[in-house]
Nanobody, 118 residues
Framework: QVQLVESGGGLVQPGGSLRLSCAAS????????MSWYRQAPGKERELVAS??????????NYKGSVKGRFTISRDNAKNTVYLQMNSLLPEDTAAYYC?????????WGQGTQVTVSS
C-alpha cells in the first residue's frame, strides 16, 4: 500500500523557517521523482520544488519565487524527502503536498498546513 505522510507544518512568523518531511512507503522510493506542491485558498495547486536522479545525476528545480529560500533534499535510505524553508513570507502560506512520480504512477500525500503570519 502506497503512503506519503507529510509533517512539519505549522505557524511561523515572517522571516522564520520550517522543515517539511514526507515519509514514503509502498514503492521503490529511489526511482521516483519527488516533488513538493502547495495550494493556497482560492488558488490552484502549484509546483514548489522537485528532486530526482541519484548520485551525480541528481537534479532539482524550484519555483522562481522560492529559489534561494527553499531547499529540497531526499534521503533514499530513509525513504524521505524534505523541504527546508527559510526566510518565509506571508505569501508562502498554503497547504503543502508531497508527490511521487514515475512513469504512469502518481502518488500524493494528504498535505500539511504552513501559515506565515505575525
Amino acid at each position: 500500500q502506497v503512503q506519503l505522510v507529510e509533517s512539519g507544518g505549522g505557524l511561523v512568523q515572517p522571516g522564520g523557517s520550517l522543515r517539511l518531511s514526507c515519509a514514503a512507503s509502498g514503492f521503490i522510493f529511489s526511482t521516483y521523482v519527488m516533488s513538493w506542491y502547495r495550494q493556497a485558498p482560492g488558488k490552484e495547486r502549484e509546483l514548489v520544488a522537485s528532486i530526482g536522479g541519484t548520485g551525480p545525476g541528481t537534479f532539482s528545480n524550484y519555483k522562481g519565487s522560492v529559489k534561494g529560500r527553499f531547499t529540497i533534499s531526499r534521503d533514499n535510505a530513509k525513504n524521505t524527502v524534505y523541504l527546508q524553508m527559510n526566510s518565509l513570507l506571508p505569501e508562502d502560506t498554503a497547504a503543502y503536498y508531497c508527490k511521487a512520480k514515475s512513469g504512469m504512477n502518481d502518488y500524493w500525500g494528504q498535505g500539511t498546513q504552513v501559515t506565515v503570519s505575525s
